[in-house]
């Protein structure tokens, strides 16, 4: 569920950034009483995200605003090129001070849904679960991230405070791999932070993958290996410990790399390179 508390915030900062002093143009050219409909029209096929988050721009705009969902849409809906996801009605002044803000929104997070869906059919017939990462939009990792389960994924860390992941600049700190650094980072998470928290532990080869495993590591994230070495280092693992294949998967066949046996692929792409979902507003 979204927390509008969190999100009007993000809302009120677009529209302050898009209508600045005032929309001239609309000004200008449009009485202030006119009042008009308007659809929100696919332009492709993909999946729906985004449309509480739609409404909400309107209504932080104008409360009397009317933003309707046509009939069996809601977010991780299929949509065809073509449907009509929803009318809108109200003052044209209104509509069209929130148009752009509620249309980035709405596209960007559907966009995600979309390539997250796409990315989640490759792999469904393994156990393997694709993940987000932090790699989002500032200040935008709320929406990004919910649009990512929308799309039938699942949420790595939210932020730094809600796990522990010892990356290779960390192992670096603490001596380095091959001066025992995966143990010391490891042992000193272990008393140093909440025992609620996992750990979880990058490593680059089997060498570091066997030094987690031995320091209690309970997540292994197999950092830009091979599928050949991913699928000896699940071997090894043997289940004892949580496996996430990263690095680049954006550009990896998703079904080779699932069918290694990991158990989570993290795909940066999801958030940092998507492409908007094409959908229009077209007013009557």
Known sequence: MLNFLLIDEL???????????????????????????????????????????????????????????????SDGKSIKNGDVIAEISGKACSILNAERVSLNLLQHMSG??????????????????????????????????????TGGGVNHRFNLADGILIKDNHIAANGGSVNGGIKKAVEAARKNAPHTLKIEVECENIEEVAQAL??????????????????????????????????????????????????????GALTHSVKNLDISLKLK
Request: proline fraction near 1%; hydrophobic fraction near 40%.
């Open 112 to 149: 995600i849904a979309t390539q997250t869906h796409n990315s989640v059919m490759q792999v469904s017939h393994t156990k393997a679960k694709i993940s987000d990462t932090r790699k989002t939009t500032p200040c935008m990792r709320v929406l990004e991230k919910y649009a990512v389960k």
């Open 214 to 267: 031995e320091a209690g590591a309970d997540i292994i994230m197999l950092d830009n290996m091979t599928n050949e070495e991913m699928k000896k280092a699940v071997e090894f693992i043997a289940g004892r410990a949580i496996t996430e294949a990263s690095g680049n998967m954006g550009k990896k066949d998703l079904t080779a790399v699932a069918e290694t046996g990991v158990d989570i692929i993290s795909i």
């Open 11 to 73: 809302i009120k900062n677009a529209l302050a950034e898009d209508i600045g002093t005032g929309d001239i143009t609309t000004n200008a050219t449009i009485d202030k009483n006119n009042v008009i409909k308007g659809s929100f029209i696919a332009r492709e096929d993909g999946i729906i995200c985004g449309l509480d988050v739609c409404r909400r721009v309107f209504f932080l705009v104008d409360e009397k605003i009317e933003f309707i969902l046509s009939e069996n849409i």
